[in-house]
């Protein structure tokens, strides 16, 4: 492991927990897109970009697939916006929400490629990226991209510690077993020193256990099967192991919520109601030890989007602080 990695870099402000949001329309999936984003494009991508920087949102979370294979579209579909693009783009539309990949598959590029794609990000934003990485999960992208879906672990693990040296120093030097370089230099430098955070994504043991060796934070991808308690004590008690007293900042999404009381039925599982009744569960993830969490809000048009996140941020989340 690149020793440079064990600079545990920390940006959620200390005993505070913060909010962020996947931006709208960028991605389609039908497990969390809802059904006025399919007649959105980047218009309306950019107003809510706008408005989540205006509300003071924490980050901006962009995902990334090149290429879903036909057997997964009818769940998935076809619209995932560029990841590197999109976040370029939001960079120039916004001041301070700092921009995420959520997440990142690094399997898919060789990490020179990330780095320098991810160095631009953070320079050209004024240190606003947050580099979050995961395994991917869709073996035909593998098959067409002629990548071995089987080694996708391995392939993440030495591609952290390559970009994380590749982040620290312009001239880099990486010898492991898929990827070999040294003295080639890598202009513009991230603003962020000693280097943006990498935050891993994924809810396995396997990605717990990866997030607490080489992460500076954890972004669950779905509920853990061991519940949130026993992944967060699994992930601090490898962390220890690993890194000593190296501190990690834990992520979670929120339920879906809808602020104050709505006119129209809410699909099932929403949570509704007062902002004191919306904190509750918020507060409980803080106590579990949550630092980020993507908030999840429920809408039926970009405007009501916009609404509701704003109420969240001037109603619900300073509660949670509380």
């Known amino acids: 492991m690149s020793a440079g990695i064990h600079d545990a870099v920390s940006i959620v402000p200390e005993g505070k927990i913060v909010f962020g949001l996947h931006l709208?329309?960028?991605?389609?999936?039908?497990?969390?897109?809802?059904g006025w984003e399919g007649e959105c494009g980047p218009a309306e991508m950019r107003r809510i970009a706008e408005a989540a920087?205006?509300?003071g949102y924490f980050y901006l979370a962009v995902s990334d697939h090149i290429a879903v294979p036909r057997e997964?579209?009818?769940?998935?579909?076809?619209?995932?916006?560029?990841?590197?693009?999109?976040?370029?783009?939001?960079?120039?539309?916004?001041?301070?929400?700092?921009?995420?990949?959520?997440?990142?598959?690094?399997?898919?590029?060789?990490?020179?490629?990330?780095?320098?794609?991810y160095s631009t990000i953070d320079a050209l934003s004024g240190g606003r990226l947050i580099l979050g990485v995961g395994t991917g999960h869709a073996k035909g992208e593998f098959d067409a991209l002629g990548v071995d879906f089987k080694r996708r672990g391995k392939l993440l693990n030495e591609s952290i510690d390559a970009i994380a040296e590749a982040f620290r120093e312009e001239y880099?030097?990486?010898?492991?077993?898929?990827?070999?370089?040294a003295d080639v230099g890598m202009k513009?430098?991230?603003?962020?020193?000693?280097?943006?955070?990498?935050?891993?994504?994924?809810?396995?043991?396997?990605?717990?256990?990866r997030a607490a060796e080489r992460g500076d934070g954890w972004l669950p991808q779905g509920p853990p099967e061991m519940g949130m308690g026993g992944a967060i004590e699994?992930?601090?008690?490898?962390?220890?192991?690993?890194?000593?007293?190296?501190?990690?900042?834990?992520?979670?999404?929120?339920?879906?919520?809808y602020v104050g009381k709505p006119t129209?039925?809410?699909?099932?599982?929403?949570?509704?109601?007062?902002?004191?009744?919306?904190?509750?569960?918020?507060?409980a993830a803080k106590t579990m030890g949550v630092s980020h969490m993507g908030a999840r809000m429920r809408a039926r048009s970009t405007d009501e989007q916009i609404d509701q996140l704003e109420a969240f941020m001037r109603d619900v989340a300073p509660l949670a602080n509380t």
């Open 234 to 257: 699994l992930l601090h008690s490898h962390r220890a192991e690993t890194r000593g007293d190296a501190p990690i900042e834990i992520g979670q999404n929120t339920p879906w919520l």
């Open 24 to 34: 709208p329309i960028a991605a389609q999936s039908l497990s969390f897109s809802q």
């Open 72 to 117: 997964l579209t009818e769940r998935m579909s076809t619209t995932w916006y560029d990841t590197v693009a999109t976040m370029a783009w939001c960079a120039a539309a916004t001041t301070q929400i700092r921009l995420m990949s959520y997440v990142a598959i690094l399997p898919y590029r060789h990490p020179l490629d990330t780095a320098k794609a």
């Open 188 to 209: 513009p430098r991230p603003v962020q020193k000693p280097r943006p955070p990498i935050w891993v994504g994924g809810s396995s043991k396997a990605a717990i256990r």
């Open 264 to 283: 129209w039925d809410l699909p099932e599982g929403t949570l509704s109601g007062t902002p004191q009744e919306l904190a509750e569960p918020l507060r």
């Open 53 to 55: 920087d205006r509300f």
């Open 172 to 181: 880099p030097t990486h010898e492991g077993d898929a990827f070999r370089f």
